[in-house]
């Protein structure tokens, strides 16, 4: 079992977990979400290559549109 903070709110997850799996399996529609993996911006094409761990922090944003 592994805790990682997912938008200011702890989360538990069975082990670690490929982002894209993580995503996949809360229903993100990875077209429309930029996501900070520990700080850091990461690029869409680089979803595949991350593995969330215990103590990450991860935020995850949606655009919302507005005038």
């Known amino acids: 079992m592994i805790t ?5 709110r702890y989360r538990e ?5 490929p982002l894209v799996d993580f995503l996949h399996s809360s229903g993100v ?5 930029a996501v900070a993996h ?4 990461v690029d869409r094409e680089s979803f595949q290559e991350i ?3 215990d103590g990450d922090d991860v935020e995850i944003v949606r655009p919302v549109g507005g005038g």
Do not use: Q, R
Request: hydrophobic fraction near 40%; charge should be negative.
């Open 13 to 17: 997850l069975e082990g670690p977990t």
């Open 4 to 8: 990682l903070t997912i938008n200011g």
């Open 29 to 33: 529609n990875l077209k429309f979400i």
């Open 51 to 53: 593995v969330l761990d």
């Open 38 to 41: 520990n700080g850091e911006v």
